[in-house]
Nanobody
Framework: QLVESGGGLVQPGGSLRLSCVAS????????VGWFRQAPGKEREGVSC????????NYEDPVKGRFTISRDNTKNTVYLQMNSLKPEDTAVYFC???????????????????WGTGTQVTVSS
């Protein structure tokens, strides 16, 4: 089971840190991705991190603003979101893919284990 937390309401330009905690299994062998889905839109990739934390990937809309990291001792992956914009408003999901590669890809179809999401709203 994956559980996201850290969402909320923030003003444009503000920051939030999302957490994704795994229970019932360890994330050591998993790449983890963050995805988001805005109302009326398809779920899209945001960022991902490979099993060791060495490889990361970001989609263009969040490059330079979001940072993904992981702490395998805490079985947790984080998404630090800075300089938030209204268009970042969405439900954010984390997901895990059991692959030990030196890279990751933030594609929805690759990930088999999903959390239930946390709402992020950016508004003044």
């Amino acid at each position: 089971q994956l559980v996201e937390s850290g969402g909320g309401l923030v003003q444009p330009g503000g920051s939030l840190r999302l957490s994704c905690v795994a229970s019932g299994f360890t994330l050591d062998d998993y790449a983890v991705g963050w995805f988001r889905q805005a109302p009326g839109k398809e779920r899209e990739g945001v960022s991902c991190i490979n099993y060791s934390g060495v490889g990361t990937n970001y989609e263009d809309p969040v490059k330079g603003r979001f940072t993904i990291s992981r702490d395998n001792t805490k079985n947790t992956v984080y998404l630090q979101m800075n300089s938030l914009k209204p268009e970042d408003t969405a439900v954010y999901f984390c997901a895990a893919e059991k692959k030990r590669r030196n890279y990751c890809l933030p594609y929805v179809s690759l990930y088999g284990y999903w959390g239930t999401g946390t709402q992020v709203t950016v508004s003044s």
